[in-house]
């Protein structure tokens, strides 16, 4: 289990459902948090480069798992969950 992924994919998580249920194109590189990959980032962690590496891979995980559930449980902007419901 490693906190860069995981930090990355509840980043990727958010940002893609937000995206699905604004009705954008899927594109995790728009996102700041992607591009920069210093989300969180903490030095016990290990090397920034190698935290960037893993953020982002757990980004686009989480993005494609995000923006599938925006597309799935559709576009309700007038309710801010973040997560689809029931769980």
Do not use: C, I, M
């Not at 509840?10 to 920069?36: N, Q």
């Not at 980004?59 to 597309?71: H, K």
Request: charged residues 30%.
């Amino acid at each position: 289990n490693d906190v860069a992924f995981d930090n990355g994919y509840a980043d990727g998580y958010e940002k893609g459902l937000d995206d699905a249920r604004d009705g954008r194109t899927a594109d995790p590189t728009r996102h700041g948090w992607y591009r920069s990959a210093e989300r969180h980032y903490d030095p016990q962690y290990g090397s920034r480069a190698q935290y960037a590496n893993l953020y982002r891979d757990g980004f686009r995980s989480g993005y494609q798992a995000g923006f599938a559930d925006g597309e799935k449980y559709g576009g309700d902007s007038g309710s801010h969950r973040r997560f689809p419901w029931p769980f």
